[in-house]
Structures are given as structure tokens and as C-alpha cells.
């Protein structure tokens, strides 16, 4: 049974999501916060499998909150809530360690199977979508990526890669998914599966949202 906590400033929202989520037979909610303060302090009380996130709420925001939630160490994935005006948000709430972002206007079965994935692990945003956001808000990028090595030399943080998992990651970040990396690099998905994990172990990344952004962050894509 996936646990959910809803974090959002509006109660009807929040009521629409609940019934939405506990019609799942394998779904429950496991309480309600109306603010990123709430959200932060009950995540922590109740250790759900998805906070499921608004951006905008009185207070503490989603994104604070989000950043709390992380830092916190424990098991609870974000799923960001956003509508298309507040793509920067969704960034913000990336760089954050959230886990995924959807639109408030998706349909009930993306939101479903968008939580599905954030409980298993998995990374919410397409990689053809993780791509348009990262190039409208590239510049948003620390300049810290690239200071503690020399102009023109690799990334440190890099380093652990095999020349075929840099290669891998490149192409991720370019937004190819699994199936595409598989074929076009004449692999076995399962294969491509297991660079995918290892990229993610090596690099510390929580998910392949996660890494997608350190492949901008190095430059590795960009």
C-alpha cells in the first residue's frame, strides 16, 4: 500500500485528490497539510511513501518544504504539483530533491501512475520533458559545478564513470529514454537498465531526474 500525504493550500484540492487517491486499491492518504510547514512536519511524524506537493502555499512554500523534507533523510519522495506559468518552480523544486514534477492538469491516470513511480523509485518528468525544462532555466546553474577543476578538464564528479556510463548519461540528459538509449547504442534495454543504475549509485543521484541535471551541471550536455 503506497502512503500518501497531500500538501496543498486549497481544501477543495485537497479533497478532490484524496477521493481520487483512496478510490485506488492500492493507495491511501495519510493526512493533510495546508502549508509547506505542515507538509515538512508531518512528512516527518508520518514517514509517507509521496508527499505530493503544491508550490504555492501560505508560509513556508512547496520548495522550502520540499528541501526540508529531503535534507530530512528519511524515506518520503516529492512529487511537485505546478502549472505550466510556474515551470521555474518546478526547477526550483528539482534542485530541491524532488523527485518528479506534474501539471495541476493532468489527468487523474497520470497523477496515479506519476505517484506509482515516485513510490518505486522511478522519476516522474519524461525525459523529453526534463530536457525543455532544464534548457529554459539552464542558466539558473550554479557556477560552483565548475570551479574546483581545471577550465576544459572533466568534471570530478565524473570521475567514477566508465567511458560507456559517461556516454549513457550524456544521452539521458539529451533526453533519450531507455528503449531509444538500447537502440541506438545497439544494447539490450536490461543492459542499459543496469548502466542507468550504476550512473545513478556512482553519482549519488536519487533518481534519473537527479542526474539529468548533474549531466547540465558538468556540462556533459548543455
Avoid: C
Amino acid at each position: 500500500m503506497t502512503t500518501v500525504l497531500i500538501a496543498d493550500d486549497q481544501p477543495l484540492q485537497r479533497f478532490g485528490f484524496r477521493m481520487l487517491l483512496e478510490s485506488q486499491d492500492d493507495m491511501t492518504v495519510v493526512g493533510e497539510a495546508a502549508n509547506g510547514a505542515e507538509a515538512a512536519r508531518m512528512a516527518a511524524e508520518l514517514h509517507p511513501d509521496v508527499v505530493l506537493m503544491d508550490v504555492r502555499m501560505p508560509g513556508l512554500d512547496g520548495i522550502e518544504a520540499t528541501r526540508r523534507i529531503v535534507a530530512g533523510g528519511g524515506r518520503s519522495r516529492v512529487l511537485i504539483l505546478t502549472t505550466f506559468d510556474l515551470d521555474e518552480y518546478a526547477y526550483s523544486g528539482l534542485r530541491a530533491g524532488a523527485s518528479g514534477f506534474l501539471v495541476k492538469d493532468a489527468l487523474p491516470e497520470e497523477l496515479l501512475s506519476g505517484i506509482r513511480a515516485v513510490a518505486t523509485g522511478d522519476a516522474v518528468v519524461a525525459p523529453s520533458l526534463t530536457r525543455r525544462l532544464l534548457d529554459a532555466y539552464v542558466h539558473h546553474l550554479p557556477a560552483a559545478g565548475t570551479r574546483d577543476h581545471t577550465p576544459g578538464s572533466p568534471d570530478p564528479r565524473l570521475s567514477p564513470l566508465t567511458e560507456r556510463e559517461t556516454e549513457i548519461l550524456r544521452v539521458m540528459g539529451q533526453g533519450w529514454t531507455n528503449t531509444e538509449i538500447a537502440e541506438r547504442l545497439h544494447l539490450a534495454e536490461s543492459t542499459v537498465k543496469t548502466h542507468v543504475g550504476r550512473i545513478l549509485a556512482k553519482t549519488g543521484s536519487r533518481d534519473r531526474v537527479q542526474a539529468v541535471i548533474l549531466a547540465y551541471e558538468t556540462k556533459l550536455v548543455g
